[in-house]
C-alpha cells in the first residue's frame, strides 16, 4: 500500500517558471525523500530530507518538512525542458528507514 | 564507475511459469532492495538484502523471494506467475544502512 499521496497528479507550466509538487503521508517517519523518474525507468534520488530538519536546498531544488502536517513540499526553480519527469516522495519508516514507501508520483512537463 | 544494473530489461512470459531477474549493485555497494512498480504508480518494497540474508520484506506473497551472492549481487524469483505480477521491478543499492538509494533501470516484466 502506498503511504504517501502527492499532489497534484499532474501539472504543466513554462520553462523557466517555478513548480510545486506536494506530498503527504500518515505515519511517523525517520526521513523523507524525492525522487525523479524519466519515462517510467529507473529512479535518481534529488534530496534527502531528516525528521529534525525543516527545509534543505539543493541547487534548484528546496524541500521542506512538516512533520505536524505530515507534509512535504518540493519546489523547483527556474524550470527546464529537461525536469519534465515524474517526481515521487518516499518515506523511510521509524523502523527500518530504507523500506521507502512511495507515494504515487507527479508528472511534471515543461512547456517550452 | 559502474551504476546499479539490472537484466534483462524486457521479459515476456505466460502465466505460471517462473522468472528471475538479476541486479548487480553500484560498485562499493552491500545492500540490495527490491521494488516493484505497477504502470501509473509509484514502486512497492518487495525486500531487501544484505550480507546475503533477507533484512526486511514487503507485502508480498511467498512467490516472490530472492538471494544475494557473496559479491553481493541479486536475483529475485517470481514463481507460478499471475497477470498480475506483470510490472516493471527496480533493483536499488545503498552501502549499510544508508537510507539513500540508487536505482536501476528496471526490468520489465509482462505476463500474457
Known amino acids: 500500500s502506498q503511504q504517501g499521496e502527492e499532489d497534484p497528479q499532474a501539472l504543466s507550466i513554462q520553462e523557466g517558471e517555478n513548480a510545486t509538487m506536494n506530498c503527504s503521508y500518515k505515519t511517523s517517519i525517520n526521513n523523507l525523500q524525492w525522487y525523479r523518474q524519466n519515462s517510467g525507468r529507473g529512479l535518481v534520488h534529488l534530496i534527502l530530507?531528516?525528521?529534525?530538519?525543516r527545509e534543505k536546498h539543493s541547487g534548484r531544488l528546496r524541500v521542506t518538512l512538516d512533520t505536524s502536517k505530515k507534509s512535504s513540499s518540493l519546489l523547483i526553480t527556474a524550470s527546464r525542458a529537461a525536469d519534465t519527469a515524474s517526481y515521487f516522495c518516499?518515506?523511510?519508516?521509524?523502523?527500518?528507514?530504507?523500506?521507502?514507501?512511495f507515494g504515487q508520483g507527479t508528472r511534471l512537463t515543461i512547456n517550452p | 564507475d559502474a551504476g546499479v544494473t539490472q537484466s534483462p530489461t524486457h521479459l515476456i512470459k505466460t502465466r505460471g511459469q517462473q522468472v528471475t531477474l538479476r541486479c548487480s549493485p553500484k560498485?562499493?555497494?552491500?545492500?540490495v532492495s527490491w521494488y516493484q512498480q505497477a504502470l501509473g504508480q509509484g514502486p512497492q518494497f518487495i525486500f531487501q538484502?544484505?550480507?546475503?540474508?533477507?533484512?526486511q520484506r514487503g507485502n508480498f506473497p511467498d512467490r516472490f523471494s530472492g538471494h544475494q551472492y557473496p559479491n553481493y549481487s541479486s536475483e529475485l524469483n517470481v514463481n507460478a506467475l499471475l497477470l498480475g505480477d506483470s510490472a516493471l521491478y527496480l533493483c536499488a543499492s545503498s552501502f549499510g544502512l544508508n537510507e539513500k538509494l540508487f536505482f536501476g533501470s528496471g526490468t520489465q516484466l509482462s505476463v500474457l
Open positions: 530530507i531528516r525528521s529534525n530538519e
Open positions: 560498485s562499493g555497494h552491500d545492500t
Open positions: 538484502y544484505y550480507e546475503e540474508e533477507e533484512r
Open positions: 518516499a518515506t523511510g519508516p521509524l523502523q527500518g528507514a530504507q523500506k521507502l514507501v
